[in-house]
C-alpha cells in the first residue's frame, strides 16, 4: 500500500513538473506540411503512434511525435486544437467520450456512429481488427472466493470490495457510472492508480483491491493469472484499433498508409507486440514498431 501511494505520488509531481504536453513552442496548429503524431500514456499507445510515425515517415511524409501526452481528456483537446494532428484511437471509447448516451455496442456499429459523431474536421480512417478493451480484472483466487464468471457474478459483493484503475475511470461512461448503469454495482471504495499499469497490476497482486480496469491485451493479464471476467451486458463496447486524424492532413498517400496498418493489425498482432514491449531487454517501442512494419511489409 505504502509502494503504491509513493509511486501515485511520484506521477503526479511529475506531472506537475513536466509542463504542457502539448505544448507547441507557443504556436498553435503544427506546420501545414508536417503530421504531428500523438499518443495516450500507454505502451500499446505509444507502440501504435511508432508505427503510424515510422510508416509515414518511410513514405516521404514529414513527422514530428509528441508521445505519452496523458488521457483522452487531455490529448483530444490537442486533436481538436491542431496541436496534435494524428493518434491511435479505439472505436468505442472515443465514441463515448464524444457521445455520452452512445448505445451501440458491436465493431462495424460503433465505427458507423463514430464517423458521424466527430466534429468538423476531424476523420477516422479504416479501423483494424485489432482491439483492445478495458475489463473488469480479478485473480484466480477473487474467482474462486466469489464463484466468478461474469461481472453479474460479482454485483453481490461490489460493496464489499475495492476496485482500482485509473483517475479518470470514475466519471467515464463505460467506466464505474456504466458498472452502475447496467450492473447496478457500487464497490465499497474506488483507488486511482494508473493506466493498465505497474500499480494497478502491484494492487491486485497484493490485495490492495479486488477487481480492476486492465486493457484485454495486457501480458500481466496471461503473466499473472488474472481473469477477465464476461461483461454481458456490454458495458464495455467494441474497441477497434484505428486512427484519428486532422481531415486537413488526411492526404490520398497518408490514408493509403494508414489504411494498410490497419489491414494487417489484429489483436494476436498486438498482444505478440505488447509482448514484445514487455520482454526483459525492454525494447523501446519505435524499434518494435520498424520491425514489425518490415515483416509486415508496410
Known amino acids: ?50 508505427i503510424y510515425a515510422e510508416a509515414l515517415s518511410a513514405k516521404g511524409v514529414k513527422v514530428t511525435k509528441k508521445l505519452n501526452i496523458g488521457n483522452r481528456e487531455l490529448y483530444y483537446k490537442g486533436v481538436q486544437d491542431g496541436s496534435i494532428d494524428l493518434i491511435p484511437e479505439y472505436s468505442g471509447v472515443l465514441l463515448k467520450h464524444i457521445k455520452k448516451d452512445a448505445v451501440e455496442v458491436a465493431p462495424d456499429e460503433v465505427y458507423e456512429a463514430l464517423k458521424k459523431a466527430l466534429p468538423a474536421g476531424l476523420i477516422v480512417l479504416d479501423k483494424s481488427s485489432a482491439e483492445d478493451k478495458d475489463a473488469v480484472v480479478v485473480t484466480k483466487a477473487t474467482v474462486a472466493q466469489y464463484s466468478l464468471k461474469s461481472i453479474e457474478d460479482l454485483v453481490p459483493y461490489c460493496k464489499d470490495l475495492v476496485f482500482g484503475g485509473p483517475p479518470e475511470f470514475q466519471q467515464r461512461p463505460d467506466g464505474l457510472p456504466g458498472l452502475k448503469e447496467k450492473y447496478k454495482c457500487e464497490f465499497k471504495e474506488f ?18 483491491v479486488q477487481a480492476a480496469d486492465l486493457f484485454t491485451t495486457d501480458v500481466a493479464i496471461t503473466a499473472n493469472e488474472f481473469v477477465v471476467l464476461e461483461d454481458p451486458k456490454s458495458v464495455f463496447a467494441a474497441q477497434n484499433v484505428l486512427p484519428l486524424i486532422n481531415e486537413k492532413k488526411a492526404s490520398e498517400n497518408v490514408r493509403s498508409v494508414l489504411n494498410a496498418i490497419s489491414k494487417k493489425l489484429d489483436t494476436k498482432t498486438l498482444l505478440e507486440l505488447n509482448a514484445k514491449l514487455s520482454s526483459p531487454d525492454k525494447p523501446e517501442a519505435d524499434k518494435v514498431a520498424k520491425e514489425w512494419l518490415a515483416s509486415a511489409g508496410i
Request: hydrophobic letters at 45%; glycine letters at 12%.
Open 1 to 50: 500500500m505504502k509502494r503504491i501511494a509513493t509511486a501515485v505520488a511520484a506521477v503526479m509531481l511529475l506531472s506537475a513538473c513536466g509542463g504542457d504536453p502539448l505544448s507547441n513552442g507557443g504556436s498553435g496548429q503544427s506546420s501545414s506540411d508536417t503530421i504531428v503524431v500523438g499518443s495516450a500514456n500507454f505502451p500499446e499507445s505509444r507502440l501504435i503512434a511508432e
Open 191 to 208: 483507488k486511482a492508480l494508473d493506466v493498465g499499469g505497474p500499480l494497478t497490476v502491484a494492487a491486485l497482486k497484493d490485495n490492495s
